[in-house]
């Protein structure tokens, strides 16, 4: 018992130190990289443990962080095992306590289901993988091959968490790393070219023109080139290091037509003002609080003031995109957030500005072991000046 002993030691050391400035996963490789004397089978305990500790938010602050951490193990999904089991009444971790991890539920928005949503930070989400259009026999043939468990679901695969898919599959190329929820706003590109393209005359060659106005890594952008195939493509983000990155990941995609530059969605850009599109995509900054069961510690951290800074930010990335959809077009508004003031009445502040919402989404994930989306499409009609 001595080893576990000295898990829950080295956790709650761990815990003490880290301060959420940065994710928890950079956190704890940066601690294991300088600590050499933890193996895998240690950093995989303790690794657990701390993030049993911040699953539990600030629920029960009265507790010593050892209780903290070891009551967030017992009402885990996973199921700690004996010799965590004889720890719990030796630290005296109570038996029965009234679960309140999420105190915000008059915040969230319509159709989520509180309690279940709750209890979804106590359980790991499963990794996705989204199979690019036309690699689905070979994809498969590999994992079989490798004798990795899967579930497919369309053309999502469902693998358990800590599968290293990179050492089988080839990311970006074959499949990308992408959540289940994400993956369902596909349909909304897939509606909107079909509404843009019904309006083309007969033979006419034509392409949409599409900016990723927040495109970070570019996933959503990967996911639009695949949904609507050639596409005229134009990239920003605020952040040149996110840019390289993409740039990288475009060339793994093998996507080499698209413009990519460094904007600020907040102000205006010299190299957009002449320009407008068929379709703009703004998966805006947000509080993430549909993730928050893969990084439970901004669980712990957050601070409802956030919701009403990101809310600001998205409103001020709104008013100055909204001009770059070129009438008849349409803007894909989406967050992985769960708070009504950054989903639907975002969409009221669009519907305000004279767009008109064709279908909106709250795509849920926490009762699928996956993350919890918001998505709008929405169209600007003809006639106005916004």
């Not at 995989?44 to 009265?62: D, P, Q, W």
């Not at 539920?105 to 990794?127: C, H, M, T, V």
């Not at 590109?189 to 309006?199: D, K, N, P, V, Y």
């Amino acid at each position: 018992m001595g080893r576990f002993h000295s898990y829950l030691k080295s956790a709650v050391k761990i815990i003490s130190r880290y301060k959420g400035n940065e994710p928890l996963a950079s956190f704890l490789k940066s601690y294991f990289s300088g600590n050499k004397k933890f193996g895998s089978n240690d950093r995989r305990e303790i690794t657990n443990l701390c993030y049993s500790y911040y699953r539990l938010g600030k629920a029960f602050t009265e507790l010593s962080l050892e209780q903290q951490v070891l009551l967030g193990l017992k009402i885990s999904a996973r199921d700690p095992g004996p010799q965590w089991k004889a720890l719990l009444p030796e630290y005296g971790v109570p038996e029965e306590l009234q679960l309140e991890i999420f105190p915000w539920k008059e915040k969230l928005s319509a159709g989520i289901n509180a309690a279940i949503f709750e209890r979804s930070f106590l359980i790991q989400p499963d990794l996705f993988l989204r199979i690019r259009p036309g690699n689905e026999a070979q994809v498969l043939k590999k994992l079989n091959d490798a004798l990795i468990p899967f579930e497919k679901e369309g053309s999502a695969l469902r693998l358990p968490n800590a599968v290293k898919a990179g050492s089988v599959l080839s990311i970006n190329t074959e499949v990308v790393v992408q959540d289940l929820s994400s993956q369902q706003l596909g349909r909304m590109l897939q509606h909107c070219h079909a509404a843009i393209s019904s309006r083309w005359s007969p033979g006419q060659q034509s392409i949409l023109s599409v900016w990723d106005c927040c495109a970070a890594s570019g996933g959503k952008s990967i996911l639009a080139v695949d949904a609507l195939g050639a596409i005229d493509l134009t990239v920003s983000d605020i952040r040149p290091s996110i840019i390289a990155n993409l740039k990288e990941r475009f060339q793994e995609a093998g996507i080499k037509n698209y413009k990519a530059f460094v904007a600020d969605a907040t102000k205006g850009s010299e190299q957009l003002k002449k320009r407008s599109f068929d379709l703009v995509m703004a998966d805006v900054p947000c509080s993430g609080s549909g993730t928050w069961s893969r990084t439970p510690e901004q669980l712990f951290y957050f601070d409802p003031e956030q919701i009403h800074t990101y809310t600001e930010l998205q409103k001020s990335i709104l008013r100055n995109i909204v001009h770059a959809v070129q009438p008849g077009g349409y803007l894909l508004y989406s967050t992985c957030s769960v708070f009504k003031a950054e989903n639907e009445d975002q969409v009221r502040f669009l519907e305000a500005s004279g767009f008109k919402l064709i279908q909106q989404q709250l795509i849920t994930g926490y009762d699928k072991k996956a993350d919890t989306l918001f998505g709008a499409l929405l169209q600007k009609p003809r006639g106005i000046n916004v």
